[in-house]
């Protein structure tokens, strides 16, 4: 098998940015190509966005995120919600990847539209590109569901104890946990 050739972006595609641009944070969910669909659909609900651009890359892409917004309930001339190949740069809440950005350009042309969050569904094998070409400015995104019902029940837990601690607990009370403290 031959290596795959490597087209580099030419200069002229990426806008210009101000001196002091940076990059916001970038999310990412973790998916299996398969499950992009699954993944969208959840993400939108989650996050339930007034307006939303899903960027894909391919037509494939394009007509499996349109799908998925169709099954939302989501009509193809929705104004708020929309699937693009090439014009992502318009105002919207959210810019969602559907597959990973694969130039600068496509991030900073993203940030351009000054959403409030950019999220990019990615496979395992994407994570460290995607790193890279953010410049460290990535962050998973955990939608909800069992980790997130976990995290939610253990930060209950933690505000009920501090609560306590602060309206005074007698030593007492204090000595018998000592033990499991250390």
Do not use: C
């Amino acid at each position: 098998a031959r290596p795959a050739s490597r087209v580099g972006a030419a200069e002229n595609e990426a806008p210009q940015m101000p001196e002091n641009y940076e990059l916001p944070i970038i999310r990412h969910i973790t998916v299996s190509a398969s499950a992009r669909p699954a993944a969208l659909r959840r993400l939108l609900d989650d996050m339930n966005p007034p307006s939303a651009v899903i960027v894909a890359r391919d037509a494939a892409a394009a007509e499996s995120a349109t799908e998925t917004l169709r099954t939302l309930g989501y009509h193809d001339d929705d104004p708020n919600i929309r699937v693009t190949r090439t014009d992502f740069a318009t105002p919207a809440h959210a810019v969602i990847f559907y597959q990973p950005p694969v130039t600068p350009a496509e991030l900073q042309r993203a940030a351009q539209a000054k959403p409030v969050q950019i999220v990019v569904l990615a496979r395992p094998g994407e994570i460290a590109w995607l790193r890279e070409l953010t410049g460290g400015r990535l962050a998973p995104l955990i939608l909800s569901g069992p980790e997130r019902r976990a995290h939610d029940r253990s930060e209950a837990v933690r505000q009920e104890l501090r609560a306590v601690l602060t309206r005074g607990v007698p030593p007492r009370e204090i000595i018998a946990l000592e033990p499991l403290l250390e």
